[in-house]
């Protein structure tokens, strides 16, 4: 696993290294060391530019009555430290804007203490762990990730971008200028293009990196899978490789993709038009879907014919799949693994062109390939060990393949240190493996679970010093924050779009469950995806990390959310909110005379 530790006296540092950021979990020897325990201060110094002091910006009610630093702001961990025993840091716009540096972090975390008279003693160095990680994209051998940012309904997307700014133009249309402004933030202009840049993260740096090699390569060319496609600067790449000659698409045309709902047209059919008028042979477009729908998200890029590279996972080629979903992308440098996801494309396209609609015939047609009767293991390495499977596939495969991931999640039962962790779109059809093992793994006190989900069926919380789970909504209703938080907008569609699942994280076997397949027996059968099974340490650590974020953020806005009745829950005091926390706000509790930190999995987050 990812991590390095560093230890003084009695505190430990614990770093462990994901996808451009870094979760710090710190730790005491005995309980003895924790008395008294007035919080966290974080210092990081990047590779380039001065040291500085992570934010929180939920402070003492009285900072006078409190040891200050001086020359660091209020909102200084120095002067307001974190009340948590992890904490997720994400180089970004706070400190160094929308383009961090990438290199050796060096984090120097302090415990800081209150006195017998409940007033918060001066930092002491002499306490502090230092730690040294690298920060920026993952990659490991042949694998590179990429992960959405998302996280419309949060703190940070009102500081940074205002809580009126619209994400896409009233009355959209298929292609608009990102570089426009969007709206206004303390009384400066904000771009689409500056929300897309923070909201897509890694994920959409990924997708472009991509785009832009092709075009920029004539020898290249590119074949796609795509369900929804509406980000219009992807649909201006495709467009302009369209007219070169240089690309092929298969485009869903389930009823929701074709068919206009009263005065709204989908926008996949004005770009069908668009492509077919300026296509170049051997450009093309095919329309289809199996028995529901053409459900991948995939670019298979090739050199002079020959496939190169892949990338594949959760992730929608759309303004909300990009920029309002957590969602996840996977890129193989890898021309073995190419090529056979070319074999699946090739296969899609001969069935569906000959498909109009769903078509039961078509699932069926494909489910009888050795694409979807048997898993592709590709060599390892360079690949991490991994092996994929392709839908649809027929009644046996599906119910074999799932139960396969449900009787892993019911394994870590039984193991020394198991854990489930996930963040899977949706927990309700019953008839599921998967979804019936993830929604009952929370009761079980001898594994540790964390998990959410757009559509849980229940919350769940888990108990200071008990290894029962916890699984949270990712689909709050309305909210009504209390002060000292501003009010959050209530994001369109999905929050929680991601579908992995990571098991076994700190055992001998770690495991994650991702890719484009929502989990569930019925698009097993009847959708075109793909299901990754990746055995790996690092890997396991990236994906555990982006749940943790996940299901802490959306853990405090469903303390917040309105009844089922639609009456929001009474709005707490500023005292109460202390103990209230979420992932994106990048604000925690204030130290308080009657609270200080409890040991348990603390809120990880700074998303900047």
Known sequence: MAFKTATTGSFTVKAYIGDSKTLLAFNFSGQAKAQKLAGFSIECKPPAGPSYYLWNLLQFQDPSKHA???TEKPQSTANA????FRWTHVPGSAHQGLSPAQGDYTYTVTPRYFDGNQSMQPLDPSLSASVTVPVGPFKKANLSLGFTRGYMQSEAFVRHFGAGTRIVPANRPLQFDTGAQAGTNNGQAVTYSEIYTWMGSTARRQVF????AVLADPSLSLDVFAYDLDEPDIVGAFLKLAAEGRIRIILDNADLHS?????KIPLENPFTDAFQKQAKAPAAIVRGCFARYSHDKIFIVSRN???????TGSTNF???????NANHVLIFDDAGIASEYAKVFQESWTILSQTKTPSQAAAAAFAKTSLATAAFAPPSPPAPRLSINYSPHSAADAGRILSGISDRITQEASAARGSVI???MQLTQSQTPVYITLSQIHANQNVYSYGISDAPGGVFLYQPGSKQGVEVTGKPAAVTLPPPFDQVPSPPGHEIHDKFIVCGLNGPDPVVYCGSSNLATGGEQQNGDNLLEIHDADVATAFAMEALLLVDHYNFLDRFAAKKSGTPKPAATKKTAATKKTAATKKTAPTTKKSAPRKRPASSRTKR
């Open 259 to 263: 068919k206009p709902q009263g005065n």
């Open 209 to 212: 990196a991509i785009l832009d």
């Open 81 to 84: 430290p974190i009340q948590k």
């Open 318 to 324: 759309s303004v909300t799949g990009l920029y309002v």
């Open 422 to 424: 996930f963040a899977v």
């Open 305 to 311: 014919g020959s496939p190169i590279q892949v990338l």
């Open 68 to 70: 200050q630093v001086p």
